[in-house]
């Protein structure tokens, strides 16, 4: 008995591990359906919003280019974006900022998927990098488009992330599931939290800019200026630039801890943001370490679950194709449901169909497919929050020495107490 102390002492202290089971959290479907149902409000939202086409894109001669293709490419991308314009603003099609932007990071994502499989990180955060530089591309060229539909989005995640962390947090921590009502519920109730916790460092950095801004315009003031430019002045403008290091360091870092925090502590949205930074700047290694194992362990996992939905289709296609090709029916086949592709579950086909019954038919598939590839989606959307939710917790335990079965409980809607399963007694 007492030489198994040492052993169980060593698991207990051996965090990392407890990341696989985000998978299997993930994988719960009422987190599943949660995920659906935020992910087609946002998809709603964004093609309403592409009604007004305002993404200038090359005619199909000069290879169908869009600006954000040209603003990646360039070395001088905001130049190169405005001469495109000019060149082909008359002549060139347009295109939605939501489906131009969703194209872009679907390539993205599944470059950076391929990245991890290989191990090649240094890829990785590459192919990372550039699907900010694209959201750069949106806020510089389409700000007020990309400012309406992140408000809308944020408040999506909001309510639907805080409801998926919640579960996972309740799962991980005492083994339990909760509804999908409940879990909206708390979502709901906690949208202020969740919603502004991740907007506090913007408004901070914000407000201080805007000071560093007054200054920059007080210099200008003739003899005033070279007066008011001292020591101390230029003191405050440093001290107040790092500050904004520092927040920025602390947002990209510790935003994915945020929701998790709302979810796990009931904090409010300052003690959110506050927690994050914390446990980063505490322990940054630990944190980048976690990050980097749920990301390879995500990625393994995503391309599994890709693979299963693609045989699926892959195998219903074969099995229909084989019918429609006894009556010598195949190019029908084809118009009304192309054969599905591993990196394009929907497929894509050239054949066009011949009547209103093909229509429908392949509208009624479509939307059947668009839930199979929304389902893929969902998924990597559960494990994002699932995966970072047992991260605060496994750091929550290393920087407070707080037990990871010790969990905010909201009693009766208005009453908070933090309770910890009492099994290990």
């Not at 927040?247 to 801890?257: E, N």
């Not at 980097?292 to 099995?319: K, M, P």
Request: proline letters at 3%.
């Amino acid at each position: 008995m007492v030489s198994k102390k040492p052993s169980l002492q060593l698991s207990d202290n051996l965090l990392f591990p407890k990341l696989f089971q985000a998978f299997r959290i993930a994988m719960g479907p009422g987190k599943l359906m949660v995920a659906l149902l935020g992910l087609i409000v946002i998809c709603l939202a964004g093609y309403v919003m592409d009604f007004g086409r305002t993404v200038v894109v090359a005619p199909a001669a000069e290879g169908s280019s869009s600006e954000l293709d040209v603003y990646i490419a360039s070395s001088s991308p905001a130049q190169a974006v405005v001469e495109f314009r000019k060149e082909y603003k008359a002549e060139g099609s347009r295109a939605g900022v939501f489906s131009t932007l969703w194209d872009f990071g679907s390539r993205q994502f599944h470059a950076t998927l391929r990245n991890l499989l290989e191990m090649d990180f240094p890829g990785a955060v590459e192919n990372i990098g550039g699907y900010f530089k694209g959201v750069r591309w949106a806020m510089r060229f389409h700000y007020a488009y990309s400012i309406v539909f992140g408000l809308i989005e944020l408040a999506v995640f909001s309510v639907v992330g805080g409801a998926i962390c919640r579960m996972a947090a309740l799962q991980f921590a005492r083994g339990e599931k909760p509804g999908v009502i409940e879990a909206l519920r708390f979502g709901t109730q906690r949208f202020t939290s969740f919603f502004f916790a991740p907007m506090l460092p913007v408004i901070g950095i914000g407000i201080i800019a805007a000071i560093i801004f007054v200054l920059g315009l007080a210099l200008r003031i003739p003899y005033v200026g070279e007066l008011i430019l001292t020591a101390p002045v230029i003191l405050l403008v440093l001290v107040l630039g790092a500050v904004i290091a520092a927040v920025i360091v602390g947002t990209v870092g510790g935003f994915d801890l945020m929701f998790p925090a709302v979810a796990y502590d009931g904090s409010d949205a300052f003690d959110a943001m506050s927690r994050s930074f914390s446990y980063v700047f505490s322990k940054p290694w630990r944190m980048c370490f976690y990050t980097l194992i749920a990301a390879v362990h995500g990625a393994v996992c995503y391309a599994f679950v890709r693979l299963s939905a693609f045989l699926l289709l892959s195998a219903t296609h074969l099995v229909f194709s084989s019918a429609f090709g006894l009556g010598g029916g195949a190019e029908r086949l084809d118009a009304i449901w192309a054969k599905p592709e591993l990196m394009n579950l929907l497929g894509s086909s050239s054949v066009a169909t011949a009547g209103w019954t093909e229509d429908v038919a392949a509208f009624i598939i479509y939307l059947f497919l668009w839930v199979v590839a929304g389902l893929v989606v969902s998924v990597v959307i559960t494990y994002y929050f699932s995966a970072n939710t047992i991260i605060y917790s496994l750091m929550r335990k290393e920087v407070d020495n707080a037990s990871l079965d010790e969990i905010y409980e909201d009693s009766d809607g208005s009453e908070m107490s933090c309770i910890a399963d009492s099994t290990d007694s």
